[in-house]
């Protein structure tokens, strides 16, 4: 990176003038949302497939990933009928004795060595002369075995069977193989003999957290999101109860906003132990595109009723007997965009939702409902008028990339980093206009903003090629700034939904494997063996280092330091903001509710590196602050499974003297700085 000639600075933190709105922690919330691999991604399952769900597209008579396992000269497959109550199909395999071979499915997986081993389900039917199936896991490379275990049938009928495979080493090149071995006793080849039915295979690490791979629980815990949402473009064709109950029971339905299967081992009674096991807040989005407001009320019911209703009743029949009191539920997903299932008007979205909202308070008075809003005035305006006082927080997306500045990949990478960091810029127009709305009339007084779903795009997913440039640390400097204008504005702001948390579409923070995927494509295949390595991208530490902080009022600073301006072509959909004389540093701070705790946050958005003192106003005379720093050599730098920790913030201590604290701000990084009175 060239870096250009050091400047000077100073911020000055006017610590007497403090703001009376509490910075909410559900402003650094998260996003699960059924795109693409999110949920191959966050599930700790290493099988596709489990329930025989794909068709044959890829090998004949074999369902999706699944392979045949044989050496026999006349062994037959099938796709038959699923068990019964079951979804999917039966993997029908038919073998012949005197073939003296063995016979089964197999799937190419990636495992790890745990000393707990795998937990197998197995939901299976044969003809009465097989005695047991072999389920085992090999090194495709070297058909070294890593672990088996024989399953006794016990059976003619459906039955489950449940075992634990021990895995002795990680292998990222494995095979997961159920078969009849060759060494059975043989039988009498006839109309009735050879048959092996299989409805459903699963394989679950012991260690997981739920059905949740527990490195994705682990890096999620660290992020101490404050809310998690449910919701996506998924939502608006997703039907509740189609993912409650037992998960061998769940139809198998498509994904009608990205294609695939829709993930019907995460529904609603997993996502609420997933947000309880993190201690966050639960906000799900219902499906207000092809659903009705009674089902929406449905799900409220299943959420919060108690035992004695009928939607209650089904949730303790399902194992959950006292309410998980969801109180946060969202009404729309991006309605405004033709891409989304239930489009219409804005006048059209208005009356849609009042017919919904009465429903879902009818369900439960104390929940608080969010209104699909959006950068546009034209599309909250007919919202508002129509619907204001059955609204807690109007929501909106904010994505921000190249297009709005007529930029592309050929633009010198300079004038594209200027414009990636003026996130924060675009988000103030966008809130000064709702501001300038909800002041407007004592109608919208006690309205607030949630921003559920932001992130930078930085261009759109149909001409993706190589690395995403969501990955580098010049998105997290983007998305750093911008969380500072939240903080800005959390007196209005007071819910946030970085998106995505696993993979899915290319801007999830948390990433497992060499995976990315885009909303047009799809799934892009592994290319490094390393698909079982979990990291976080720089924005993942930007949103652990703010996210952990103590924080309760704003406190006013004042920075001085050098400018910057972007060129930008073209016309945008929203209202662009001022491009020029934009400050270098962009800089937010807040003390703890105790008033003992000063956090300062620092974002150097310019190409150089810049001597800055901050002056602390008399909040500490003396003594020792700590300073967080996320940066590198290279804003285009990013964490993969090569390198998945080449960036990541640090920690250290700096001294300091006569209320002022020295520290040289380098190049497009990021950085906290925290002042206790206690260690002054």
Request: proline share 4%; glycine share 6%.
């Amino acid at each position: 990176m060239n870096i250009m000639v050091q400047s000077i600075a100073s911020i000055q933190v006017k610590t007497q003038q403090v703001g009376q709105d509490k910075i909410n922690p559900y402003l650094f919330g998260h996003f699960v949302e059924d795109i693409r691999d999110h949920m191959d991604a966050m599930l700790a399952y290493p099988l596709s497939d489990m329930d025989f769900e794909s068709l044959d597209d890829t090998y004949r008579n074999l369902s999706g990933k699944w392979r045949p396992y044989t050496n026999g000269r006349n062994t037959k497959y099938a796709l038959e009928p699923a068990a019964p109550r079951h979804s999917g199909h039966s993997q029908y395999v038919r073998i012949y004795s005197d073939d003296e071979c063995y016979a089964g499915v197999s799937q190419a997986i990636a495992v790890k060595g745990i000393a707990e081993g795998y937990h197998l389900t197995l939901v299976a039917r044969a003809s009465c002369e097989f005695k047991y199936v072999i389920a085992e896991i090999v090194d495709r490379k070297s058909e070294e075995l890593l672990g088996s275990v024989r399953i006794e049938l016990g059976n003619h009928n459906w039955q489950q069977y449940e075992s634990l495979i021990h895995i002795n080493r990680d292998c990222e090149h494995a095979e997961f193989r159920l078969y009849i071995p060759a060494s059975h006793e043989r039988w009498l080849d006839h109309v009735s003999t050879g048959m092996l039915w299989i409805d459903h295979i699963s394989l679950l690490p012991a260690d997981s957290s739920g059905n949740v791979r527990k490195e994705v629980m682990e890096l999620t815990k660290d992020l101490n999101a404050g809310m998690m949402r449910l919701a996506g473009n998924y939502i608006s064709a997703y039907h509740w109860q189609q993912a409650i109950g037992p998960v061998l029971e769940r139809p198998s339905t498509i994904n009608e906003a990205w294609g695939g299967w829709t993930g019907k081992y995460f529904g609603t009674d997993e996502f609420i132990q997933f947000c309880r096991d993190l201690n966050v807040e639960p906000l799900i989005c219902v499906n207000d595109g092809s659903g009705t407001p009674e089902e929406a009320a449905e799900w409220i019911e299943y959420c919060n009723g108690g035992p004695d209703t009928p939607m209650g009743r089904l949730r303790a029949a399902n194992g959950h007997v006292e309410p998980y009191g969801v109180k946060y539920w969202e009404i729309g997903n991006e309605v405004w965009g033709p891409w989304q299932v239930g489009h219409c008007s804005a006048e059209q979205f208005a009356d849609r939702y009042v017919r919904f909202a009465h429903a879902m308070k009818a369900a439960d008075p104390t929940i608080k409902l969010l209104a699909c809003g959006d950068v546009r005035m034209d599309w909250n305006e007919p919202l508002l008028e129509k619907a204001a006082e059955l609204i807690d927080y109007l929501t909106l997306h904010l994505y921000h990339g190249c297009p709005r500045f007529g930029m592309n990949a050929q633009t010198p990478k300079e004038e594209r980093f200027k414009a990636i960091v003026t996130y924060p810029e675009w988000t103030r127009e966008t809130i000064h206009q709702l501001r300038e709305k909800f002041n407007s009339s004592d109608r919208f007084a006690h309205l607030k903003l949630a921003i559920t779903e932001y992130n930078t795009m930085y261009y759109p997913n149909t001409i993706r090629k190589g690395i995403p440039n969501e990955h580098t640390l010049e998105a997290a400097v983007s998305n750093a700034a911008n969380l500072n204008e939240f903080i800005r504005n959390s007196d209005l702001v007071e819910i946030g939904s970085f998106s995505d948390l696993v993979n899915g579409w290319l801007g999830g923070c948390i990433r497992v494997g060499d995976y990315y995927a885009d909303q047009f494509r799809g799934k892009v295949p592994g290319w490094s063996g390393q698909s079982l390595t979990v990291y976080g991208t720089p924005t993942y530490y930007v949103m652990k280092m703010y996210a952990n902080r103590d924080l309760g009022y704003v406190v006013q600073t004042d920075t001085e330091c050098d400018t910057f301006q972007v060129n930008r072509e073209g016309n945008a959909a929203v209202p662009v903001p001022q491009l020029h004389d934009l400050p270098k540093l962009d800089v937010v701070a807040s003390t703890n509710v105790a008033g003992d705790k000063l956090t300062i946050f620092i974002v150097n958005r310019s190409l150089e590196n810049i001597q800055t003192d901050v002056l602390l106003d008399g909040f500490a005379e003396s003594g020792t602050a700590k300073l967080m720093e996320l940066t590198a050599d290279d804003y285009e730098s990013f964490n993969s499974v090569h390198q998945p920790n080449l960036i990541e913030y640090t920690t250290r201590d700096v001294a300091f003297t006569k209320s002022a604290i020295s520290c040289n701000l380098l190049a497009s990084s990021v950085y906290v700085v925290e002042i206790e009175k206690n260690n002054a």
